[in-house]
């Protein structure tokens, strides 16, 4: 069936350097994807999205990539800070869907100080 | 602002004995709302979504059900919880017309 999933399931960095979190989809038909971070024990916070109509977008120390030629999507975090340390998921519009998100299974990032 | 609560915020049952936890949304009015399940170091499962007042769909088959008696209140029930539904029960929230979700704090459901 369609599915969202990781390519790694755990990352571990060094403060301060860049952190790259990926994720492939497979649902051609998606047009929404969002990334969350999860830190322990709490709810799944939103960091950044971005719609099939573009292939970058920016916030603070984030970025998010997307391939639609390959179906797949990256977050991109800079100088990454001990606070980062959380598991990242990325979603999608379930094809296309204005109701529901399809979920990855995460990546735990650790950052070491 | 909106916000969303969630409780209580865990929780020890034994098998047999039912179940309610309690999701409420401030700040918004007819959101989409939506229980999911996470078990340990795994990703979330879809339970349940509405769209409306007494509008339940449901995802996957199970001893769960949902209710929505208030626009912004989401209820999310047993009658005999199973040891498999062990696990971080999470609610959120959209406004209709856009996709990004909002968690709540989630509920840890331990089921001895």
């Known amino acids: 069936g369609e599915s969202v999933g990781l390519h790694l399931p755990t990352l571990s960095v060094q403060e301060g350097d860049n952190s790259i979190i990926n994720c492939a989809y497979s649902?051609?038909?998606?047009?929404?994807f969002i990334w969350y971070k999860q830190e322990s024990g709490k709810g799944p916070q939103f960091i950044i999205d971005i719609r099939s109509n573009m292939d970058k977008r920016q916030g603070q120390r984030v970025t998010v990539l997307l391939n639609k030629t390959v179906k797949h999507l990256s977050l991109q975090i800079a100088a990454t800070q001990p606070g980062d340390s959380a598991v990242y998921f990325c979603a999608e519009n379930s094809g296309g869907s204005n109701y529901k998100l399809t979920f990855g299974k995460g990546t735990l990032l650790t950052v070491n100080p | 602002s909106q916000t969303i609560h969630q409780w209580p915020a865990t929780l020890v049952q034994p098998v047999g004995s039912p179940l309610s936890l309690e999701c409420t949304v401030e700040?918004?009015?007819?959101?989409?709302l939506y229980w999911y399940r996470q078990a340990a170091g795994r990703g979330l499962q879809l339970l349940f979504y509405?769209?409306?007042?007494?509008?339940i769909s449901s995802e996957v088959p199970q001893n769960l059900s949902a209710s929505r008696p208030q626009d912004r209140q989401f209820i999310l029930s047993s009658k005999k919880l199973l040891l498999s539904d062990s696990g971080f029960y999470l609610c959120?929230?959209?406004?209709?017309?856009?996709?990004?979700?909002?968690f709540g704090p989630g509920t840890r459901l331990t089921v001895t």
């Open positions: 509405s769209v409306g007042i007494g509008q």
């Open positions: 649902n051609s038909a998606s047009d929404y």
């Open positions: 959120a929230w959209k406004q209709g017309a856009l996709y990004e979700q909002y």
């Open positions: 700040g918004t009015s007819n959101p989409n």
